[in-house]
């Protein structure tokens, strides 16, 4: 409940700040924002149209959201504006196979007087089929932009909720004031997550109800054509949970079924088998063993776009005996089997794609980086965020490469993607331009040397709220770097402080995390950023909110400096 | 893939994905050992024979065929597998507590082959285990029977496949306090649970006749029947009525057992094996008359008020008034030593070494359906078979080695420290020391001290 209001609130603050984005305007537009024109044109600049193009040299031409033209000797129209692209690469737009981003979990409907937790109605036990994922969905949260600013395009969100969660639907992560809608009902979102304190309530309830709710949908379909064929038929009860599962049955939509592990994999797979709908596996986070039935079943899977933490590799020490030492080992080789399974899952043939659900969008290109070092291949990670979830998502008409007449979305960079000073400079989405700020490097970033954060440091963070600031302190002593930061209480009452964890510096950059408690549910913040001599300018990330931007300044020390 | 997996892939020369599709199965020739046949007597100096995962021959001086490996057991006892007919190991779920009655629910469906206690149940000479739904309910869910083929990644590879389908029901105070007194509705007391049984059996068989119904006149000329609305919850109650299902419910009163034995005989049940079955001393003959037996603690009683009146002498006293018996763990723990447990039957009863044996090897199998299959050492039996350094029902008893369908799954000569299949990346667990500490004389006493700390100690 708390969390839903924090949300709600956040959501709240955000709106207030941004809302009579690019309306239309009889005469002249007071905000400024509005668009001169539709049509860009990126020239020159290197062109990679899908996973396996090696890139050239060339000029696209965008018009009203859709790709004119991809060449050389292309005539620009007078209304084209251009965006010099020498320097620029071009990738097409990603694409996110599964997505909660922008998604409100909605507020759970009273329990009636009479309610029984052994025999609860479907729409408090978590069986919603009939919901929309566009009823919970806000283009305008932080979330939504975080994903962008990361390069995706494209999202299909899942509605939040039970074992039968709802329909999904596939949207451009794009323009305020639209709906952005490219595909309604595309999947219904599915789980083995059970209700809790009533039926079903575990995973092998879960997997009973599906059957009973599956097959009595079948039997309902059967009942409803014999009574709108012939005469002297009972009428046949008609409930949302099975009129809002017919899609399903009749073969129309897959179940985007979320699956963490290979023995959830095995248990969506069994019920698929079973039951025979379409399926689409979400969320595999453990699956280097079910690699061989995912192939054989032809299962379309969605990866989780995320890497294990080596926060417990980092904390192994070295004065340990050699019973501790097979301990780290075998972290060790857990840790490298888990960056390896995208790879495997690449070499065994399987065109998958990823999901966000669960990751933080601004530790997505670290994830894929290790992936990537561990054996999955450029093109692999290309084919996966673009062309491979357009085809799981049924959309390669429109959308996963770069070619006439498709959608324009595009990831434009200041380098070959995923290499280390590589930025995202904009993301082009359904023909609009997002633009992002690129970090200026200093020169020698690499010469090893890590600057030294200790100090006082007085910061301000710009959040949909407005600004808020306090004053952080970093201490050193010998190697070990401690601190502490001040804030806004959240729960008012003026300023509290935290301990930081994970205080790290690496060249110039500074991160650390600290936690926050907000209303009993406790909020894990992370901060990094570039320090330039004494000031620090770079992002602080809220698990489940988003991110948002965060500038500090040293407070001048007394003490020379050596 | 673990290490082992790919061990026994290039012992067995199987692909992984051939051992997908079958369970590996092995041929080895055990020598000149004390054979504890469980059903034939004991053979001294004998050799056994298996191909193929199939017991082929027992008997003296039999030579290997060519390729099969040789273990030499002289000085050693060979016995049946032992089978655990209550268990809860690899199992992600074990209760659906949330309605009383949850016969739809399979466990099956959540079978676990990670999980570690497969393995100490191995090394404990087990190699089936009834991997049963919990006792919250009157009638739980479905379980499954397991073979401990230990390092398959598919739960269909340790499920055995052929055994008949069991069920778990409740009686006495765990449905009665989760439902009743937790939940405010039926059951609240023993007449509940009864009651809850008869209903759910009498609705059984309206479903069944509803079905039947509709079947029948679905295409008759004109006909406006329409299917009923499926319930496999339903479904199951009617499998049980047809003796497609066997129950093994959760017991432990007299008079409790007696009413399940009277619902039983009123609905026309003859598949009924009782679990625990702590007072099942008292109602011994009628068991024995109507039912598959109890399957019961050697001697675990008084962790609440149902299980007071218990005796050690109970598998006995069940044994010779001629209900089939057997000796479980439910535990994790008790799993890893089953002989020491049927071992305790010849000092509380005096039971012979064949009849202790009995209790967790043919009887339990019977009591599973699979006797025809495992349970005791008969030649075309599956090859499920533990080795022992001293008699299994001695005290002393080491379990050596154990073998399902012929492939050895654990040797104690062969058993590195760490079997986990599955590794957190982001988890070190330490390793665990045992006897480090000096003394422990007054380890775990300390809550006896609490109320003179209370009474004395001033200081907040």
Known sequence: MKRTLLKASVLGMMLAGVLGWDQAYGQSDPTGKKQVTSTYAITNATVFANASSSGSKATVLIKDG????????????????????????????????????????????????????????????????????????????????????????????????????????????????????????????????????????????????????????????????????????????????????????????????????????????????????????????????????????????????????????????????????????????????????????????????????????????????????????????????????????????????????????????????????????????????????????????????????????????????????????????????????????????????????????????????????????????????????????????????????????????????? | MNKLNYFLTALLGLSMQFAFAQTPKGSVLIKNATVLTVTNGTLENTDVLVEDGVIKRIAQDISAPNGVETIDATGKYVMPGIIDAHSHVALDVVNEATNPIVAEVRMKDVVNPYEIGIYRALAGGVTISHAMHGSANVIGGQNATLKHRWGSTDPADIIMQDAPRTIKFALGENPTRVHGRGNGIQPRSRMGVEAILRNGFSEALQYKKAWETYESSKDERGSTAVAPKYNERLQTLVDILDGKIIIHCHSYRADEIYMLINVARDFGITKLVFQHTNEGFKVAPEIAEYTMGASVFADWWAYKFEVYYSTAFNAAILQKNGALTSINSDSAELIRHLYHEAGKTQRYGGLTDDEALAMITINPAKQLGIDDKVGSLEEGKHADIAIFEGHPLSTYAVPQMTFVDGVKYFDIKEDPDDQRQRISATETVEPIYLGHEDHRCMQDTEHLFETANALFNTEK
């Open chain 1, 66 to 562: 859709v790709i004119k033209a991809i060449g050389s000797n292309i005539s620009l129209p007078a209304e084209a504006q251009e965006i010099k692209g020498d320097s620029l690469f071009i990738y097409p737009g990603f694409i996110d196979g599964a997505s909660r981003a922008g998604i409100t979990r909605p507020e759970d409907p009273k329990r009636p007087d009479n309610f029984v937790s052994s025999n609860p109605p479907d729409e408090i036990a978590g069986i919603t089929p009939w919901r929309n994922a566009l009823d919970q969905f806000s283009i305008k949260s932080s979330q939504v932009d975080d994903l962008r600013k990361a390069g995706f395009t494209l999202a299909q969100i899942l509605p939040d909720g039970g074992m039968i969660a709802g329909k999904s639907a596939i949207v451009v992560l794009g323009d305020e004031s639209s709906t952005n809608l490219v595909k309604e009902n595309s999947g219904l979102a599915a789980s083995l997550q059970g209700s809790r304190g009533m039926y079903p309530g575990t995973a092998v309830g879960v997997m009973a109800k599906f059957r009973d709710v599956y097959k009595n949908t079948e039997l309902t379909q059967e009942r409803i054509a014999k009574f709108t064929s012939s005469t002297g038929i009972s009428r046949p009860e008609m409930t949302p949970t099975y009129m809002g599962m017919s899609d399903v049955v009749d073969g129309q939509v897959p179940v985007v079924f979320t699956v963490g592990n290979d023995l959830e994999v095995r248990r969506a797979i069994s019920l698929q088998e079973e039951l025979g709908f379409n399926l689409v596996l979400t969320g595999l986070e453990e699956y280097d063993a079910v690699i061989d039935l995912i192939k054989s079943s032809g299962t379309k899977v969605l990866i989780k776009l995320e890497i294990p933490d080596d926060k417990a590799i980092k904390a192994q020490k070295e004065d340990v005996n050699e019973d501790v030492k097979a301990q780290y080992e075998k972290v060790k080789e857990a840790y490298d089997l888990a960056i390896s399974q995208a790879g495997k899952l690449e070499k065994a043939g399987v065109p998958f794609a990823f999901t966000t659900v669960g990751a933080q969008a601004s530790d997505i290109s670290k994830a894929i980086t290790k992936m990537m070092e561990a054996g999955l291949s450029k093109e692999g990670a290309i084919a996966a965020l673009t062309s491979n979830a357009a085809s799981i998502l049924g959309i390669e008409r429109i959308a996963g490469t770069l070619d006439n007449g498709k959608m324009a979305n595009m990831v434009i960079t200041t380098g070959p993607i995923f290499e280390e000073d590589s930025q995202i400079k904009h993301v082009v989405v359904d023909g609009k331009i997002f633009d992002y700020e690129i970090s200026k490097k200093k020169n020698g970033k690499d010469d090893g040397k890590a600057v030294d954060p200790s100090g006082n440091w007085t910061y301000t963070s710009e959040t949909p709220a407005g600004s808020s600031g306090g004053n952080f302190t970093i201490e050193k002593s010998d190697s070990d770097l401690s601190g502490e930061i001040t804030y806004d209480d959240p729960q008012g009452g003026g300023e509290t402080s935290s301990p930081l964890k994970e205080i790290e510096v690496s060249g110039s950059n500074l991160s650390f995390s600290f936690g926050v408690n907000a209303g009993g549910m406790s909020l894990d913040v992370k901060v990094s950023g570039e320090i330039n001599g004494d000031t620090m300018s770079g992002n602080m990330t809220i698990t489940d909110f988003g991110s948002y931007s965060i500038t500090a300044n040293r407070t001048p020390s007394l003490i020379a400096k050596k």
